[in-house]
């Protein structure tokens, strides 16, 4: 009498690692973790974009004026140009973000601008004309696809006459360097 053994063989046991191998890798690509780590990057930006454009409004609603002037009937004028909002975007004598902070009217939470301020941070950048009834925009370069593409279309839309002309350069939904602005 003869027994046969039961069991996987040694073909058969590699034929299914290779099927698991090629499942996960469909897997992989399709939730693609490096899209979806810049996706929530970009919330995140989004979201302090909203954030800081909060604290200007509740400040201009208290104080009366921008937090970008010294007070309301400083000369200069309501507007702020297109740049990186940090430490360098001042009143002439202090950085508004430190006016927006506890330091200042307590707007802004002190870790929220260290963070918004840090150097491995997507920058925001702030704009406004300074024209009666402008819009005060801050933006920020998406990294995901999604908002990138977002992007692209709002440019490629008609844009209202206030909106940053730097958040729209030339040809920049093609080389996706297009900016997604709030409000």
Do not use: H
């Not at 919330?43 to 604290?55: I, Y």
């Amino acid at each position: 009498m003869r027994q046969t053994a039961k069991g996987f063989t040694l073909i058969e046991l590699l034929i299914v690692i290779a099927v698991l191998g090629i499942l996960a890798v469909a897997v992989l690509s399709a939730i693609n973790p490096i899209e979806q780590i810049n996706r929530s990057r970009d919330t995140g930006s989004r979201s302090d974009a909203e954030q800081l454009l909060g604290g200007v409004d509740r400040f201009y609603a208290s104080q009366g004026y921008y937090p970008w002037k010294v007070n309301p009937t400083n000369p200069v004028s309501d507007a702020t140009a297109w740049a990186v909002a940090n430490n360098t975007w001042t009143d002439g004598v202090t950085p508004v973000l430190t006016k927006l902070s506890a330091a200042g009217t307590g707007e802004l939470k002190a870790s929220f601008t260290t963070r918004i301020t840090a150097t491995s941070y997507n920058a925001l950048y702030k704009s406004n004309r300074g024209t009666a009834g402008d819009s005060t925009y801050v933006c920020f370069l998406p990294k995901s696809s999604s908002f990138q593409t977002e992007a692209g279309t709002r440019c490629g839309a008609t844009l209202p006459a206030d909106y940053p002309a730097g958040a729209c350069p030339a040809g920049c939904a093609a080389a996706k360097t297009c900016y997604s602005c709030l409000p």
